[in-house]
């Protein structure tokens, strides 16, 4: 447990925070491939060469990201929607931004009069039941490679945001909570 702790603290400085999902999103990717098998058996079956993802949609995602963030830092979330661009707080009282993408995206954001001081973005890779935190520092590093003024919502790359990561200075991040199961190598 102690050489775990000191690999997360190394990456974790680093920027690159790697864990297994807990078990029971596990599960739930599970279930979500249970259906997506039965219906594409169903469907052969009825002549259709239809194929249904099951796609688990960006609501979904962004509630896992910010249960997950909670856990990992301690976040006190916030009441849904009363907030605009804040989904909680650090336990040193820094406003947080929670971001998760489960297609190996990069962040979006929309043009708003609030930011929060602190940005956690998580890559969620659901197939692998494992995740990774991209982006853990102030959120001024990051939206300072959006426009200025756009419209709707603007993304930033996988390299833009790791490139905004390397930014952050190690007594700018958010401490983890508690060591985490590192993710077994393929």
Known sequence: MELLARQCAL??????????????IAELIAARNNVRDHYAQKLRTLGST???AFTLDGNLIG???EALAADLFDIKLVETKS??????????GRSVQVKATGTGRGPAF?????RADH???????LERAVGEV????PEH???ALLPTVFTGQRSLTRRQIRIADGFVRPEERLPLRHALEAPKPE
């Open 11 to 24: 990456l974790h400085d680093h920027g690159m925070t790697a864990f297994v999902l807990p078990p029971t």
């Open 63 to 65: 509630d896992l990201g």
């Open 83 to 92: 907030h605009e661009a804040i989904d909680g707080y650090a336990p040193d």
């Open 50 to 52: 239809a194929e249904l």
């Open 141 to 143: 590093y990051a939206v």
């Open 110 to 114: 929309r043009q708003t009069e609030t």
């Open 134 to 137: 991209v982006y853990n520092g």
């Open 119 to 125: 940005l956690i973005f998580l890559d969620l890779d």
